[in-house]
């Protein structure tokens, strides 16, 4: 039996949540050395598609536009093997903290996340990673665009599939992911998909090991020449390993284009053209 514990401390806390809060917590049962499946219950993400995000500190669009996480515990089945990772959750039907929600909100378990990847050996010290997934229901399911949405009218299920792709070296990992809604979102009378391509490189800099990461992305939420069509994002990181608990990052963010995924009908602008730099650090325990 294993059993994780995250708390979070934030002054930017959603409406209704407290400033410290209990954000993950889970139990797993099973024993990999006996058996390549385990079984886990919590408070966890919902393991659908890839989302990782190679940049220091800001994530993807296909991380912010889907990650999945649950603000009620899930059932979780789980194959493990050196080469597959499958995942099945069984999921309450409640709005979560992130974009896992159900059109009537009443408990049952009738929402579900599933996710498959399997690592492939193509030579010359190559490893290529495939991988899909597929989320029930999802927070674009309505005419009212809040997100996560507390109150909502004609809520229907509207689902989200993704598919992955990863190629990695001793020294490099390059992946391509896309993720998109089964359905049209109500709100923006267009589907939800996100486009990441990213890739990152390990090296060493003035005897510290470094990353360098770029990312490309693009979130698409309405019709062609609408204000809230598009939003495309470049990222150039860099961070560098000072200690085993300490790591220095620096990053510079292009953004074109301003779709925030509360109201954008009203709220975006196409016309928006941000350049950011971003310093920070990392202390793990």
């Given at each position: ?10 002054v930017?806390e ?6 410290i809060?209990?954000r993950?917590?889970w139990?797993a ?12 219950f ?25 990650w999945?996480?649950?603000?009620d ?11 597959t ?26 929402n579900?996340?599933?996710n ?21 229901g ?11 949405p507390?109150a909502?009218?004609?809520r229907v299920?509207?689902s ?31 589907s939800?998909?996100?486009m ?8 060493m ?5 470094t990353?360098y990461?770029?990312?490309?992305g693009?979130?698409v ?7 809230w069509?598009k939003m ?26 301003f ?26 325990f």
């Amino acid at each position: 039996m294993t059993a994780f514990v995250q708390g979070k401390y934030t002054v930017v806390e959603y409406p209704g949540q407290d400033d410290i809060q209990l954000r993950m917590y889970w139990i797993a049962i099973g024993d990999l050395n006996v058996s390549p499946c385990y079984l886990a219950f919590g408070r966890e993400t919902a393991n659908f598609g890839n989302l990782a995000t190679y940049a220091p500190f800001t994530h993807s669009h296909s991380n912010h536009d889907f990650w999945a996480q649950t603000k009620d515990p899930l059932i979780e089945l789980v194959y493990f093997s050196d080469r597959t990772l499958a995942r099945f959750g069984l999921i309450p039907g409640h709005q979560g903290l992130r974009v896992v929600n159900t059109p009537d909100n009443d408990g049952d378990y009738e929402n579900y996340a599933i996710n498959v990847s399997h690592r492939l050996d193509i030579g010359n010290d190559l490893d290529l990673t495939l991988g899909g997934g597929f989320l029930r229901g999802t927070i674009y399911d309505s005419t009212i665009a809040h997100h996560p949405p507390t109150a909502a009218i004609n809520r229907v299920w509207n689902s989200a599939y993704d598919l992955n792709a990863t190629l990695s070296g001793q020294n490099f990992d390059v992946v391509a992911e896309f993720t998109e809604t089964t359905n049209t979102w109500p709100a923006t009378g267009h589907s939800v998909r996100a486009m990441t391509l990213q890739g990152r490189y390990r090296s060493m800099l003035l005897g510290k090991p470094t990353t360098y990461s770029l990312s490309a992305g693009r979130g698409v939420q309405g019709a062609d020449g609408t204000r809230w069509e598009k939003m495309d994002q470049v990222i150039l990181g860099v961070e560098m390993q000072m200690n085993p608990h300490f790591r220095l990052g620096a990053e510079y963010m292009f953004n074109d284009g301003f779709v925030p995924l509360i109201m954008p009908t009203v709220v975006a602008d196409d016309g928006v053209r941000s350049h950011t730099l971003i310093v920070g650090a990392k202390l793990d325990f």
